[in-house]
């Protein structure tokens, strides 16, 4: 399994843009790298996913350098409503054929503040 | 588009005695999971269905637990007899399992389950 590790928290102000990194060292060549955003009492929803480089989305980018082994998730002018848990996955592609156990972690807490 | 279901949202049990859990996923989506998630950690996959398939049963403690996915629609995860450290939230979640987001797995709300 593709072991990752976070931040246990971050703590951050409205308004300032907000990193979280996720170190997998031992990433397989076809493991992609998702994040998950978690709010109390609900299921966790999906923020984004990618591969290498950099992947952009209305809610979030995605840094990923070329040896894979870390990626970062960032939030651009964070709000009070993004105070959640963030979660760091990796794995393969359910659509590649036998897909690796996506290991959720125990996530950032991240907790926006006024 | 109505997300994923599940119910009951929450349940109260005493051990020894039997619960189950029922999900329905988005339409047209190939790929069911059943999570649990005790608190202050991430969720711990169960069961991954393809259609009616069991395809990654590894993690779900076969002694107690059960899963069935008739049809390959909805699905039901049983515990009997459940346990004290049964008590967590349970979640289902599912994917396309097909095409360029075949993956990203869309919750439920959860199930919190108490065994007293």
């Known amino acids: 399994l593709a072991k990752t590790t976070q931040p246990i928290s971050m703590d951050s102000y409205e308004g300032q843009e907000v990193n979280i990194t996720c170190s997998h060292n031992?990433?397989?060549?076809?493991?992609?790298i998702t994040w998950y955003q978690q709010f109390p009492s609900q299921g966790p929803r999906f923020i984004i996913q990618g591969y290498k480089t950099k992947v952009t989305n209305e809610v979030a980018s995605l840094f990923i350098p070329a040896d894979r082994k870390s990626s970062t998730l960032s939030l651009p002018r964070v709000s009070l409503s993004d105070t959640a848990v963030y979660y760091c996955?990796?794995?393969?592609?359910?659509?590649?054929?036998?897909?690796?156990?996506?290991?959720f972690g125990s996530g950032t807490q991240l907790t926006v503040l006024p | 588009e109505a997300g994923v279901v599940q119910s009951p949202r929450y349940k109260i049990i005493e051990k020894k005695q039997p619960v189950a859990f029922w999900c329905n996923p988005i339409s047209g989506h190939n790929t069911l999971y059943w999570y649990l998630q005790n608190l202050g950690q991430g969720p711990e996959l169960l069961i991954r269905?393809?259609?009616?398939?069991?395809?990654?049963d590894s993690q779900l403690p076969k002694d107690r637990f059960s899963a069935e996915r008739l049809k390959g629609v909805d699905s039901t995860l049983k515990i009997q007899p459940a346990e004290l450290g049964d008590s967590a939230v349970y979640l289902c979640?599912?994917?396309?399992?097909?095409?360029?987001?075949?993956?990203?797995?869309?919750f439920g709300p959860g199930t919190r389950l108490t065994v007293l």
């Open positions: 269905y393809e259609n009616e398939e069991a395809v990654d």
């Open positions: 979640a599912s994917s396309t399992g097909t095409g360029r987001n075949a993956d990203t797995q869309y």
């Open positions: 996955l990796v794995g393969r592609s359910v659509s590649s054929g036998s897909a690796r156990q996506l290991t």
């Open positions: 031992n990433i397989a060549t076809n493991d992609y």
